[in-house]
């Protein structure tokens, strides 16, 4: 089963959203950046489409430092989508 949670990295005043798997594996993953949260990556397991970004490249089992804020897959979702609009209409 899917667990939801964000993390925030001040020194790139970011915030990460992350769906994870059983196998810890980042399954989909949105980064915001700045006071505005900005999207700036709205990526997605074995999706190509670089215009997304790209999921991170090891399991959240193996990282160090990060403070995991649970959500709820509704918190998720909102963020998701609101970002994949925003960074779609970057192309259009």
Same mark, same amino acid.
């Given at each position: 089963?899917?667990?939801?949670?964000?993390?925030?990295?001040?020194?790139?005043?970011?915030?990460?959203?992350?769906?994870?798997?059983?196998?810890?594996?980042?399954?989909?993953?949105?980064?915001? !950046?700045?006071? @505005? &949260? =900005?999207?700036? *990556?709205?990526?997605? /397991?074995?999706?190509?489409?670089?215009?997304?970004?790209?999921? +991170?490249?090891?399991p959240v089992?193996?990282?160090?430092?990060?403070?995991? !804020?649970?959500? @709820? &897959? =509704?918190?998720? *979702?909102?963020v998701w /989508?609101?970002?994949?609009?925003?960074?779609a209409a970057?192309? +259009?």
């Open positions: 089963m899917a667990r939801w949670f964000r993390s925030y990295w001040d020194e790139e005043d970011r915030w990460f959203y992350f769906e994870v798997g059983d196998d810890g594996w980042v399954s989909r993953q949105v980064e915001l !950046e700045g006071p @505005a &949260l =900005r999207p700036v *990556e709205a990526a997605s /397991a074995g999706e190509d489409d670089v215009r997304y970004g790209f999921t +991170a490249e090891s089992t193996g990282w160090e430092g990060h403070v995991e !804020e649970p959500l @709820a &897959l =509704r918190e998720f *979702e909102d /989508a609101t970002a994949r609009r925003y960074l970057l192309e +259009a």
